[in-house]
């Protein structure tokens, strides 16, 4: 018979499974303050507008940001540009949900290029549209979205800044239709709605801390303001993701819910296995008899004969005698 194992060891091992389970599902909250943009990669241009949240939009810095993921420029921004900069008085950018399925994430203009929003009152509360590169109807239904009325949440400081904790890094990539203004400290792109088409290859050096602003993009997750007119293009409309800034990485975001989802899967096999093993170590009584008499090994022995001398009774009266008189 095997030994028991011992009560408390399946315990004392389910408790650290469950304490494993709850740290896990607090890592992505650590990650809560990093901004993504629509293509799910980390952005180093956009500010949470709640950086203690759970979950925040993100906006450019010095730039007002609404309840509903949108946002708009401030009185002191507009007044660094010229009077027509902005194309839309409202515009989306990025979510530190890198999924964009948070409410607080502005998600109604995914399937339009461009990040421009328009206000349609006259379609009804809360309406807007997305302005794309070529503008928007509010009288279409069909390209009008609905948000969550939006209330000032903050206008993010226009002196944040960004700073990497990792080395200075040149990367060279190759680009056909977009190019930027680089120099060797900073990068800074004119916001524009659609980006300078030539044959180029572009060297970018990246600085261990890049200052963003409405006019400064991040060399590698550049994202243009609203539109504007920009050198050589003729039509001003709403800005266009840099898809040159797309690196080989994957996104931070998906590296996270994958790492935890393997984490939790390692750790439910974890407690599958210790729950076997548990089982294993019991004892095992087998099958026995309802009736069965076990005899230790020093008790007598005693069996009962099976033969015996076969006997026929007489069937034959006995005789009497009468006694004789005298």
């Not at 004392?12 to 599902?25: G, Q, Y």
């Not at 991040?218 to 797309?246: F, V, Y």
């Not at 790492?259 to 004892?283: D, Y």
């Not at 026995?288 to 022995?301: G, M, V």
Request: charged share 15%; proline share 8%; net charge negative.
């Amino acid at each position: 018979m095997s030994s028991a194992s011992s009560p408390l060891s399946a315990p004392v091992s389910l408790r650290a499974v469950v304490l494993l389970l709850c740290l896990l599902s607090q890592v992505p909250f650590a990650q809560s303050t990093i901004c993504y943009d629509v293509t799910g990669l980390q952005s180093e241009v956009f500010f949470p507008c709640e950086p203690d949240a759970e979950v925040s939009s993100c906006c450019y810095a010095g730039d007002i940001c609404f309840s509903n993921g949108l946002c708009s420029p401030s009185a002191a921004t507009k007044a660094k540009h010229p009077k027509d900069f902005y194309v839309t008085p409202f515009f989306w950018n990025a979510c530190s949900d890198p999924t964009f399925q948070d409410p607080k994430c502005f998600s109604g203009c995914f399937n339009v290029p461009g990040n421009g929003v328009k206000s349609c009152p006259e379609a009804g509360p809360n309406a807007y549209c997305c302005f794309g590169y070529s503008g928007c109807d509010c009288t279409d239904p069909n390209q009008v979205v609905t948000a969550r009325a939006g209330s000032i949440v903050t206008t993010i400081d226009p002196s944040a800044t960004y700073t990497k904790s990792t080395a200075s890094s040149i990367h060279t990539s190759s680009s056909t239709s977009n190019t930027h203004t680089l120099s060797s400290k900073s990068s800074t792109h004119a916001p524009s709605s659609t980006s300078t088409s030539e044959d180029s290859t572009a060297t970018t050096t990246e600085p261990k801390s890049v200052t963003p602003t409405n006019t400064s993009q991040d060399q590698e997750t550049s994202t243009p303001t609203n539109a504007s007119q920009d050198q050589g293009s003729s039509t001003p409309t709403n800005a266009l993701q840099d898809q040159g800034s797309k690196s080989s990485a994957l996104p931070i975001g998906v590296g996270v819910g994958v790492g935890g989802a393997v984490l939790i899967a390692v750790a439910a096999a974890i407690a599958i296995i210790l729950l076997r093993r548990r089982r294993q170590k019991a004892p095992y009584l087998g099958l026995q008899l309802k009736y069965e008499y076990e005899t230790k090994p020093d008790e007598a022995h005693y069996e009962m004969m099976t033969t015996y001398n076969a006997a026929e009774l007489s069937n034959a009266n006995p005789v009497h005698e009468l006694p004789a008189r005298r």
